[in-house]
Each structure stands twice: as structure tokens, then as C-alpha cells.
């Protein structure tokens, strides 16, 4: 079966430092790669998709990569602000069924001053 | 816009009872989707729909009915409520690759 892992460790950095959240899959080929934000008590809020056949998408200060190869995509966030601070989730969408998503239970982030 | 808005935000259900949970988005979106979020878990597919009248399972259907009337409701219905429904339930709709989510429906069945 399809499953996605992601750091369930908190990851604890420092303001201006560059944030690096993973996530891993396995017996998968997606059609494409989401990564969300997920503040508490809210939905998820959208960031960035990533598609089999591309290697890095950017976005103001975030970066991500996707190596089917490795079956692994990271997420970084550049000069990282307490204001990042949140649960970020990453989704795998596959192409036989109208492209649904699976989603890894999310890493959470804490950006200190 | 308001963009996906769910109905109601919190609910306490006894074990046996019905309710229906209510998405609505605004933004002329052909797929909806129903989630379940449970802690330490990722987000898992209930049932989605690709248009106005279709519905399908997802991951985790067991227990739950969905209706897509209109275009813009997507309805999560629970027909007898358990213990083991009890969680954090979240609506979204998807446009060109990009999922919209609401801001979910806090449902504790006792």
C-alpha cells in the first residue's frame, strides 16, 4: 500500500535559518507533489505543487525539490521568520483516480527569535 | 469570495445519531472532497465528487453518505453516529491542481 512519511519530530530552528522538512514515499508513482500549511484549529492552506517531471519549483522564500528517484521531496523555507512557525503537510496525488491525494500526518515547524 | 465554507463548526453527536455536515464553496469548482484529520494521522479521503451528481468512495467510506445535488454543496452525512467518527472533518474543492481547503467541522461523538 501507498504510504508517506514525514518527521513526526517537531523541528525547532532559528529566525533566518533555512527551515528543510522532508517527506518520503513508497509504492508510489504521483502524477504530482503538494506541500500545504496547516495553522491550528484551521484548513489547510496551499503553498506549492511540484509535478513528476520537474525537479524544483519556487516561491518568494520557499523552494521545493522532488526526486522520484529517491521517492523523497523537501520543502524549504529561506530567512525563516517566527510567522512560518506551523504544521506543513505533504500530499501525493496519482493519476488512476482523478488524482487523488494522500497525505503525510505533517511536520511541525517552530521558528524561534 | 468566501471561497469553502463548512456548517457547522463544532457538534457533539450521541452514539446512534444522524447529522449532516454541509460544504459550500463559491468558486464554480467541479471536484469536492471530504476528509477526516485525525491526530498523529494525515488527512484521509471519506468520498469526492468530480461534478454536480456524481459522488465516489475514498479511502475510508465506511459509515458515511455523500450527495452533490448543486454544483456548489457537497453534503457528509453520518447516519449512526460512533465513537470512532469523532474527529476534525474538512471540505475542499480543486481547481487546475490547487485544493481549497474550509476551515472544518469539530465533531465529537460520545
Known amino acids: 500500500s501507498q504510504k508517506i512519511e514525514q518527521n513526526s519530530e517537531a523541528l525547532n530552528i532559528q529566525e533566518g535559518k533555512t527551515a528543510t522538512l522532508t517527506c518520503n514515499y513508497t509504492?508510489?508513482?504521483?502524477?504530482?507533489l503538494q506541500w500545504y500549511r496547516q495553522d491550528p484549529g484551521r484548513g489547510p492552506v496551499f503553498l506549492l505543487l511540484?509535478?513528476?517531471?520537474?525537479k524544483e519549483k519556487r516561491k518568494e522564500r520557499l523552494k521545493v525539490t522532488f526526486d522520484t528517484t529517491l521517492k523523497q521531496s523537501l520543502f524549504h523555507i529561506t530567512a525563516s521568520q517566527p510567522a512560518d512557525s506551523a504544521t506543513y503537510l505533504c500530499a501525493l496525488a496519482f493519476s488512476g483516480g482523478y488524482n487523488k491525494l494522500i497525505f503525510g500526518a505533517g511536520t511541525r515547524l517552530a521558528v524561534h527569535p | 469570495n468566501a471561497g469553502v465554507t463548512q456548517t457547522p463548526k463544532f457538534r457533539v453527536l450521541k452514539t446512534g445519531q444522524s447529522m449532516t455536515l454541509l460544504c459550500a464553496q463559491d468558486?464554480?469548482?467541479?471536484?469536492m472532497y471530504w476528509y477526516r484529520q485525525d491526530p498523529g494521522m494525515g488527512l484521509r479521503l471519506i468520498h469526492y465528487?468530480?461534478?454536480?451528481?456524481?459522488?465516489a468512495k475514498g479511502e475510508v467510506p465506511d459509515g458515511y453518505n455523500v450527495s452533490r445535488l448543486k454544483k456548489q454543496n457537497f453534503l457528509l452525512g453520518l447516519e449512526s453516529a460512533a465513537p470512532s467518527q469523532t474527529s476534525v472533518y474538512f471540505c475542499?474543492?480543486?481547481?487546475?491542481?490547487?485544493?481549497?481547503f474550509g476551515p472544518g467541522t469539530r465533531l465529537t461523538v460520545l
Open positions: 475542499a474543492s480543486r481547481i487546475a491542481g490547487e485544493d481549497f
Open positions: 465528487s468530480v461534478g454536480e451528481g456524481t459522488t
Open positions: 468558486m464554480n469548482h467541479e471536484y
Open positions: 511540484i509535478r513528476e517531471n520537474e
Open positions: 509504492n508510489y508513482s504521483p502524477a504530482y
